[in-house]
């Protein structure tokens, strides 16, 4: 029916909403402890994991901007989710480089 409207598909958003906003912000958490440890350590290791954990807080992020949008908008989010993954591949990268060369 033309009226008809679905609350528990409204639900099932909204609870996957509350689930990847919980997820990002984990993540984000993470990256901030790891990021200074890291740092104080010096340790490509920790440092590394800092930016993964950033790097899917973005993808997070991103995800809970176009979950309602356009198609060709979530395509557009998938690639620019590859290029923080490329990103975070460079400094990870760079990092490695800069002990080695140190």
Do not use: P
């Amino acid at each position: 029916m033309g009226g008809h409207h679905d609350h528990s598909h409204d639900h099932d958003i909204h609870a996957s909403k509350r689930v990847i906003w919980t997820v990002l912000l984990l993540n984000f958490g993470m990256f901030l402890m790891e990021i200074f440890q890291g740092i104080d350590a010096d340790s490509s290791s920790l440092i590394a994991d800092s930016i993964d954990f950033l790097s899917d807080s973005f993808s997070y992020a991103i995800t809970l901007y176009v979950m309602h949008k356009a198609l060709h908008l979530r395509a557009k989010a998938a690639l620019i989710k590859a290029y923080c993954m490329f990103g975070v591949s460079a400094i990870v990268l760079f990092q490695a480089i800069h002990n080695i060369i140190k």
